[in-house]
């Protein structure tokens, strides 16, 4: 069965930094497109980044451009999401979902809370 751990969420307060960690068992990770999905209350869950299999392809929603950075270790089987200069506007459950390759089967973690303060 495929699993996706996730780590790192908590409360700060605005301008903080948090680095968000998402291990996975049960899957060929390497070859697995990963990223991170966000949902704020009583709103709907809303793309954040994602990284190809290598990590030297990325992609991000405008919102967090210049903030936000994903990162993997394929060794590790570990997608990151390093989140600096947060504001309040971030505050959500996030997500860590993966991709695998040929038949494209999603696969989400739990969700880990981020909560940031003014």
């Known amino acids: 069965q495929v699993q996706l751990v996730e780590s790192g969420g908590g409360l700060v307060q605005a301008g903080d930094s948090l680095r968000l960690s998402c291990t996975a068992s049960g899957v060929t990770f390497s070859t697995t497109t990963a990223g991170w999905f966000r949902q704020a209350p009583g709103k709907e869950r809303e793309f954040v980044a994602t990284i190809n299999w290598s990590g030297a392809g990325t992609s991000y929603t405008d919102s967090v451009k210049g903030r936000f950075t994903i990162s993997r270790d394929n060794a590790k089987n570990t997608v990151y999401l390093q989140m600096n200069s947060l504001k309040p506007e971030d505050t959500a459950v996030y997500y860590c979902?993966?991709?695998?390759?040929?038949?494209?089967?999603?696969?989400w973690g739990q969700g880990t809370q981020v909560t940031v303060s003014s």
């Open positions: 979902t993966l991709r695998t390759s040929i038949l494209k089967r999603d696969y």
